[in-house]
């Protein structure tokens, strides 16, 4: 596997569920990210990890728990989700968040997330 | 507050044609403009980045511009073909003291080409 892979790529889930979405990259970066992609509206950034430290959270609901066990693993946990939670959930990884000239992010294909 | 807006939101054009994706921002504190494309159902590959301090960049038939003073930047594609059929992403890495220097970004250009 090459780039950056997500699993599973769709997700359909309950409100009372608990489900993990699994994000490696094989780039030897050092940073990786949860994004929240939304019909009509901008990227939201959820979370960084830098160097496996998580440096940002972008005021995400505690039912999103990010996890990064080393430089080439993310994990986002889910439970109690909302139906307004369903979107597509996309995992970048990046050289070096702090390099902010030139840092480009590489992205996943992303989950596909239904809360019903 | 940086803003990034992005005009059209959709373009359909017949092959062959050469086309311009606009993207404008709202402060000039900027480290760098990238350019990406999203496929349907897919992720988000990198194009292009400018830093501040450039003013073009350039790859294969697509070529983009910054000029940071007026907060425009604009995608090139030369010869369209059905191949570059997707959504046109902008994002700017703000630079100004007191913001966290995430990338902020547009709601993108829904491109077709049609054959």
């Known amino acids: 596997e090459t780039g950056v892979t997500q699993t599973p790529r769709h997700l359909v889930m309950g409100m009372t569920n608990k489900k993990s979405l699994k994000c490696e990259q094989h780039?030897?970066?050092?940073?990786m990210y949860w994004y929240k992609q939304s019909a009509k509206k901008p990227l939201e950034l959820m979370f960084v990890?830098?160097?496996?430290?998580?440096?940002e959270n972008n005021s995400v609901p505690s039912r999103f728990s990010p996890e990064c066990p080393n430089s080439s693993h993310l994990f986002l946990h889910l439970h109690t989700l909302q139906p307004e939670d369903s979107a597509l959930y996309l995992c970048?990884?990046?050289?070096?968040?702090?390099?902010?000239?030139?840092?480009?992010?590489?992205f996943g294909p992303g989950t596909r997330l239904t809360v019903l | 507050k940086q803003e990034v807006t992005q005009i059209p939101a959709a373009l359909s054009v017949p092959e062959g044609e050469n086309l311009v994706l606009n993207c404008s921002f709202t402060?000039?504190?900027?480290?760098?403009l990238q350019w990406f494309r999203q496929d349907p159902g897919k992720g988000l590959t990198s194009l292009l980045l400018?830093?501040?301090s450039q003013r073009e960049q350039t790859s294969g038939r697509l070529n983009a511009s910054l000029d940071k003073s007026s907060g425009r930047s604009t995608l090139y594609i030369a010869a369209s073909q059905p191949g570059d059929s997707a959504t046109y992403l902008c994002?700017?890495?703000?630079?100004?003291?007191?913001?966290?220097?995430?990338?902020?970004w547009g709601l993108g250009t829904s491109l077709a080409v049609n054959p």
């Open positions: 990890y830098n160097f496996k430290e998580q440096t």
């Open positions: 400018i830093q501040s």
């Open positions: 780039l030897g970066h050092n940073a």
């Open positions: 994002a700017v890495r703000p630079s100004r003291a007191g913001n966290n220097r995430k990338l902020i």
């Open positions: 970048a990884s990046s050289q070096a968040a702090r390099d902010y000239y030139t840092d480009t992010q590489y």
């Open positions: 402060d000039s504190a900027i480290y760098n």
